[in-house]
């Protein structure tokens, strides 16, 4: 019995890992194609989403199937878990992606605008080793960085609402521009919300190794919410 | 050992450092922060040291029905129980787990002294049912088993009727009142979720009946006097899933009443029906809890393998 577990185990761990590597990609490609402007590369983000929707109901069936034949316990059940909610925040960020290589379609077709009220590249970097950060976590059982993953999502959260406030002003000075403002203020959101699928899939982390749901702590309480 | 899915940081590899009795974890994490996959109480024992149990504070929390108090059992030179104490609560169902030869039929055994029977023992410490001791010298042990019901692997129903069967420890009290004797055997037999099935041939011998239905019958026999606590050693062991699922819902309707301990090899049997598992390994008491905790989230890594079947 333990082998036929062992081995579904090993196999939920390789496809999670996969849908991992999807996501890590086409948010990367996504990040650029906003940089470089690149629609061509826009357009192959979006079309890649379809392969890691695919992989996300695969995970969820096999995860399925690896409880009702196998019935794990302990670690094993708390694993199996994580897996079934780190698929679906991957599928999420694999969307918001998609939805950035939007962003950078539309962007492309405006003028250059001034990008410098909001810092694409710092933000940017910062969430998408965010993302590779709580995967990292997730192979090493590693909950330190889980940890930092959680404590990383503060600065996002705040730069967000920088940015808000930012379009906010440029819209009232430069209302013909007020397109690209909304575009930039989506890719912003995008972003945020990238980070706090991130720091679920820390949480979750934390969870599998240690038995403890961390979510909803009071520290995180007295932040006023991001503005959407 | 076989290694979790995704294996422990790097750091962890070197090997345990475990001058003495290992620290009582608080929390997996602390566990795991104690020189890596816990300071590897297997080696410990291998090495004759002496090793704490982790015991989880809501065990404190319960009236307790039987204190084991430090107890040992030498079988001739042999060890086979190291120093255990648990405190085992009133009206739930306790379930004792391990791999072959860790000691938990033989502790079953001792609770009613059943290992007085066997020439080799000697024991150490004591045990106290509802506050009376169980060991003291000049403790009359055939009161102390009518205060005990025991129910065995295998059926054992004696070759008489079914009814002879539950009124039997009350025949050799001397009752012979017929309707206190026809009362408490249909008592017994409600009590063992039996009696629609035999209440028309109480008079027909027990050896006729299946094998779920006699160990049914014996368990009427094991509650018709009445007793503070019942043990069951492994008693769905020689059934089949049906019957299986009779004697296991049975006890389900019996805790509160009655408390229970129950050894088990059987890790689905006893996550679907007790309340608190004991974790035993070679004489050993290695964790002690409330068995949702020790099926989500055990204190041990010791435990943790041999809950998801990595050893034993």
Known sequence: MTQFLIRQLDKLKTMILKLGGYVEQSLQQAIQAVETRDVALARTVIAQDEQIDLLEVDVEEECLHTLALYQPVASDTRFVLAVIKINTDLERIGDLAAHLAEQAIFLAEEPETNTALFDFQGSSRRVWSMVKMSLDALVTRDVALAQQVRAADTEVDAAHRKVYRRVEEEITKHPHKVRQLIDLMNISRQLERIADHAVNIAEDVIFMVTGEIHRHDAEDTDQVPSRR | ?312
Request: contains cysteine; proline residues 8%; aromatic residues 6%.
């Open chain 2, 1 to 312: 050992m076989i290694p979790e899915p995704f294996p422990a940081p790097a750091s962890t590899a070197a090997p345990p450092k475990v001058p003495g009795p290992a620290p009582a974890a608080k929390s997996p994490a602390a566990s795991a922060a104690a020189g890596g996959r816990g300071a590897n109480r297997l080696q410990a024992i291998a090495r004759g040291e002496k090793v704490e149990p982790a015991l989880h504070r809501q065990v404190f929390g319960e009236k307790a029905v039987l204190e084991i108090d430090n107890f040992q059992l030498w079988y001739g030179q042999k060890k086979a129980l190291h120093e255990i104490t648990m405190p085992v609560p009133v009206g739930k169902v306790t379930a004792l787990i391990g791999p072959s030869g860790c000691g938990k039929t033989t502790l079953l055994r001792c609770v009613n002294r059943m290992n007085d029977l066997i020439d080799s023992v000697r024991i150490a410490g004591d045990m106290r049912l509802n506050g009376d001791s169980i060991y003291a010298p000049g403790v009359d042990v055939i009161e102390l088993r009518k205060r005990m019901g025991m129910v065995f692997q295998k059926p054992n129903p004696f070759p008489m009727s079914i009814f002879e069967n539950v009124v039997y420890s009350l025949r050799i009290d001397g009752i012979r009142d017929r309707n206190l004797l026809n009362e408490v055997c249909e008592r017994s037999l409600r009590g063992a979720a039996l009696w629609d099935e035999v209440k028309d041939r109480l008079h027909d011998s027990a050896l006729a009946l299946s094998g779920g239905q006699q160990q049914r019958l014996c368990i009427a026999r094991a509650i018709a006097a009445e007793p503070e606590v019942l043990l069951l050693d492994e008693p769905c062991s020689a059934l089949d899933p049906i019957a299986t699922g009779k004697v296991e819902d049975l006890i389900q309707e019996l805790k509160g009443e009655y408390s229970i301990l129950i050894v088990t090899h059987n890790m689905q049997q006893a996550s679907r029906i007790s309340d608190y598992t004991a974790f035993m390994y070679l004489g050993r008491l290695m964790e002690y809890g409330p068995t949702a905790k020790i099926f989500t989230n055990p204190l041990l890594p010791e435990t943790n393998d041999y809950v998801t079947g990595r050893f034993g």
